[in-house]
């Protein structure tokens, strides 16, 4: 078998993980807080000549046979979110938040915290302030924030104070994290995301910057992600049609030997 068709199998793989990653991203350039992602691809090295001998070449300290799928050269490795932050609109209403800072939110999951830059926020039948998905959202005691029945203006302040009529009611949680921990977030939906297993702890937000009556929105270039994936479809399509091709080889150079 041809060495080439495990060059064209791997980028066609790769090539799809990308375009799954892309398509997620422009189906979402309408969601207020949504992040995009960059899929990040490390090389496998199992060439013997490469590297001395077959044990270095595949970093193992003991002899393994070679798999097909340990000679492609490349494999992706993860996700990459780009957690700067996307365009700020005015939406006028009320219980909409936007942060300037680099924090989160606080929202409840089920026994976990969430933390979110999605701020389209609303009451439901019992006064809670919840998401689009009806999960509350929580304060800085992290307890769910109940407005007065028949709650009349709202105030939210800069440093996210929320009062009703005048009166302080609560204080929004909010938190951030150091830059290595914010790939390890995993996400939960929503523009929502949680803390695996507990591996690390959020931070408190010093000096909020809360907008009330804006919405931060997704950080996706609609246009130039449209155009990256124009351009992985193309490759994806090249690397299928490769795969194609040696395989006819292969077929053809099986015929050739059976009648020699």
Do not use: W
């Not at 793989?13 to 979402?28: G, H, I, P």
């Not at 994806?236 to 194609?244: D, G, K, S, Y």
């Amino acid at each position: 078998m041809s060495s080439g068709i495990y060059v064209a199998m791997s980028g066609a793989r790769n090539q799809s993980q990308r375009l799954d990653t892309l398509s997620n991203d422009l189906a979402n350039a309408n969601t207020p807080g949504f992040k995009s992602q960059e899929t990040i691809y490390r090389q496998i090295h199992n060439d013997a000549t490469a590297l001395g001998n077959p044990n270095q070449a595949m970093g193992l300290n003991h002899p393994v046979r070679f798999l097909p799928e340990d000679r492609l050269p490349s494999v992706m490795d993860a996700r990459y979110t780009k957690f700067k932050q996307g365009p700020v609109k005015p939406t006028g209403n009320q219980l909409d938040l936007a942060m300037a800072n680099d924090g989160f939110f606080k929202i409840q999951g089920t026994n976990e915290t969430l933390f979110t830059r999605n701020g389209t926020f609303t009451l439901d039948k019992t006064g809670t302030v919840v998401d689009q998905l009806g999960r509350p959202v929580l304060d800085d005691a992290d307890k769910p924030i109940q407005l007065p029945n028949a709650a009349g203006k709202v105030e939210i302040g800069r440093d996210g104070t929320v009062g009703v009529d005048g009166e302080r009611i609560a204080m929004l949680g909010l938190s951030k994290f150091k830059v290595d921990d914010l790939q390890k977030l995993e996400r939960a939906g929503n523009s929502a995301y949680r803390i695996p297993d507990g591996q690390f702890q959020p931070e408190a937000v010093e000096n909020a910057d809360i907008k009330q009556g804006f919405l931060e929105m997704a950080n996706v270039n609609p246009v130039h992600t449209m155009a990256m994936l124009i351009k992985t479809n193309r490759m994806f399509e090249f690397n299928t049609r490769a795969l194609q091709a040696y395989k006819a080889m292969d077929e053809q150079c099986a015929r050739e030997v059976g009648r020699i």
